[in-house]
């Protein structure tokens, strides 16, 4: 998921250092000799925040691309050791964090590779099986102490991204009419905060954190947004995988309220729009994969049938 601090600079030279298996190497050579022989292949087109190479059979190295994902090395090295028994999808659990060198600026990270292919709409869209799944990770991880491992970072609101989101709107208003993104996001906005305690939340839940085998969820990557807060922001995931019967089926089996449920439409279109805006100019990949994000915020899917205490009726669809 794209922050509205991230897109400040998205497209700045000096928040995007090269970086290529040359590099790379040099780094885990002068950090990490244990790994030296062990081939390095770059996985592509690797992620929007960072570059991957897989090293060996059994290792992946993850580098920064940008300055928004800062952090995210020593993140995971502190959080997911704990986390990874307790989750029912596998999780990428980190082995080792290098250090600034050699003109790249960031800690980076060697990490256990994770087998599989990332997951897609025309695979599991459908898949029922799917979503009740990823009810259950979010169960499993949402039942965790967020302070089990120290002080859980506090996770940004909606209310936080409401200049971003509203500077997106404007943005893509030739791609997404106006004034249904405002009526939708200004309805999130109004809904009923969240009213428990915090909760961990992935943060960055949606298809591209995603990995199958064979067909089959196998695992979630990528916690660099882990956090306590609303768990509304996790819902993301059904408007960015799921068919509208599958998300119902999603929401079904994970429990969510009516005011929770629309706030995660919210989330799925602030974290769409901010990553269209930012880089679909470039990416026919992110493109796509935002345009349906959006569009599937603003139908709803997944909303309960009116009678049902549903919010459909009440915004643009």
Request: proline letters at 8%; glycine letters at 10%; aromatic letters at 6%.
């Amino acid at each position: 998921m794209v922050t509205a601090q991230e897109t400040s600079g998205a497209g700045d030279a000096d928040e995007r250092p090269f970086i290529d298996v040359a590099l790379v190497r040099d780094l885990l050579d002068s950090q990490f000799p244990q790994w030296s022989r062990l081939p390095l292949t770059p996985v592509l087109p690797g992620g929007s925040d960072h570059v991957i190479h897989r090293l060996g059979d059994e290792l992946a190295v993850r580098l920064p691309r940008h300055r928004g994902a800062i952090g995210q090395a020593e993140k995971e090295r502190d959080r997911l050791p704990g986390l990874a028994p307790r989750l029912p999808l596998a999780v990428p659990v980190p082995v080792a964090v290098g250090r600034p060198a050699l003109g790249y600026p960031w800690p980076w990270a060697v990490t256990r590779w994770l087998g599989g292919e990332v997951a897609t709409v025309e695979g599991l869209a459908d898949s029922t099986e799917a979503a009740r799944e990823l009810a259950a990770f979010l169960r499993a991880l949402q039942a965790v102490d967020p302070h089990a491992a120290g002080p859980a970072e506090v996770r940004e609101t909606l209310a936080d991204r409401d200049a971003a989101t509203r500077a997106a709107i404007a943005r893509a208003a030739g791609a997404f009419d106006a004034g249904a993104t405002t009526a939708l996001w200004d309805a999130a906005l109004a809904a009923p905060a969240w009213s428990g305690p915090p909760v961990l939340c992935h943060g960055d839940f949606h298809t591209g954190n995603l990995l199958t085998t064979d067909g089959r969820l196998s695992a979630v990557i990528d916690f660099g947004s882990l956090g306590a807060g609303d768990p509304a922001v996790d819902l993301m995931v059904a408007f960015t995988l799921l068919s509208p019967r599958c998300a119902t089926v999603f929401r079904t089996a994970l429990g969510v309220d009516d005011a929770t449920w629309l706030r995660g439409r919210g989330w799925a279109l602030t974290s769409g729009l901010i990553a269209y805006t930012a880089y679909a100019a470039d990416s026919p990949r992110i493109a796509a994969a935002t345009t349906r994000q959006i569009r599937a915020a603003l139908a709803g899917p997944g909303d309960l049938p009116p009678g049902d205490g549903g919010v459909r009726d009440a915004l643009p669809v």
